[in-house]
């Protein structure tokens, strides 16, 4: 499908809190417009357009991304619901941004990949980071073997307070929930798109979150999880992810020269300070400033209009590959004796 080359104008599919990081994200970059919103709830939905404005607001969501005036189609909606919604706005020729995680499983995950190249139509998950100067600066430190090979890969994401939300999806197993899901996305993808290794063999352990004892286990969603793998470069990765810990996108690449941190590297805390640093074997830290002010999610929504079937697809492949190996940590966590509820 070809875009509006002065403007692409988007359909939002959910009007939950992650929506209004995009609205935003639109409302920096003129090259974009939010044309068509749909959501559950007509009540909320009013209220949501008198906050952030859209031309029409609808609860028909086939209707919605059917529309020949829409250029692009964000999936804000449960992960339960991306790969059904991706694929049909894919089967109208619309470009699609999906939130992460891609689904709930592999399988859909794989589908949403086919979905893509059957109708040559770029499907893009929301990973922001990976849209910033900084992570592509940080990247360019691996490949130029400034760290010497490869040793360690740690990834620590995590946030609290979710379990306080009762109508968020990420405490509801059946709607794609957990910290695995949403915040061990984060610790798998940085790993394979930053070394280009895939691992082997996992370690996991984790707790669930507090039940009254009457439900099977894998219906309770991860409150906490911590995995460890062994690459096929060599390295060792190693990820943490939890609900219970206060806010954490931290990362650390140690190499056999020198050792590359950084501890925001999701998002910025401050954007006029996107920092990593690298720390030599000689005690000595050299602080890196790369991307000041960057508004990556601008950027995100801009490749979405922009990019090749083809270079989507790159983006696509880890995304289902990561979806495949979360569900190994599942597994293992799972049947790991020490797993349990919170609170047992």
């Known amino acids: ?12 599919l959910g009007i939950g809190r992650v929506t209004g990081r995009m609205v935003d994200a639109v409302r920096s970059n003129p090259r974009h417009r939010i044309l068509r919103v749909a959501g ?3 009540t909320k939905l009013q209220a949501w357009q008198r906050e952030f404005g859209a031309d029409h607001i609808a609860t028909d969501f086939q209707k919605t991304i059917s529309s020949p005036d829409v250029d692009a189609v964000y999936i804000a909606l449960p992960p339960s619901l991306h790969a059904e919604w991706s694929i049909r706005a894919l089967e109208q020729g619309k470009r699609v941004l999906c939130e992460k995680p891609l689904a709930t499983t592999p399988i859909e995950a794989r589908a949403m990949l086919d979905a893509a190249r059957t109708h040559r139509t770029p499907l893009v998950h929301a990973t922001g980071f990976v849209h910033h100067p900084r992570s592509h600066a940080m990247k360019r430190n691996l490949q130029s073997g400034e760290l010497g090979d490869i040793c360690r890969i740690t990834v620590a994401c995590s946030f609290s307070g979710i379990t306080e939300r009762p109508g968020d999806h990420r405490i509801h197993q059946e709607a794609g929930g957990g910290c695995l899901l949403d915040l061990g996305w984060y610790c798998v993808f940085s790993t394979l798109w930053l ?38 470069g060599g390295a060792v990765a190693s990820w943490d992810c939890g609900f219970d810990a206060a806010g954490r996108k931290w990362i650390e690449i140690a190499g056999t020269k020198a050792s590359l941190i950084c501890d925001d590297f999701l998002r910025p805390w401050d954007p006029a300070k996107p920092r990593y640093w690298v720390h030599g074997t000689d005690g000595k830290a050299r602080a890196e400033l790369v991307g000041e002010n960057c508004f990556q999610e601008s950027n995100l929504l801009d490749f979405v209009a922009d990019c090749s079937l083809e270079s989507s697809l790159e983006l696509l492949t880890l995304g289902v590959q990561t979806q495949s190996i979360l569900q190994s940590i599942d597994q293992a966590a799972s049947n790991n004796s020490d797993s349990g509820h919170m609170g047992s």
């Open 1 to 12: 499908m070809e875009t509006d080359s002065k403007q692409t104008r988007w359909a939002i």
């Open 195 to 232: 070394t280009g290794q895939s691992p082997g063999e996992i370690l996991a352990m984790g707790k669930r979150m507090a039940t009254d004892n009457k439900s099977s286990p894998k219906s309770i969603p991860w409150m906490q999880l911590q995995a460890i793998s062994k690459l096929d």
């Open 40 to 42: 559950r709830d007509q």
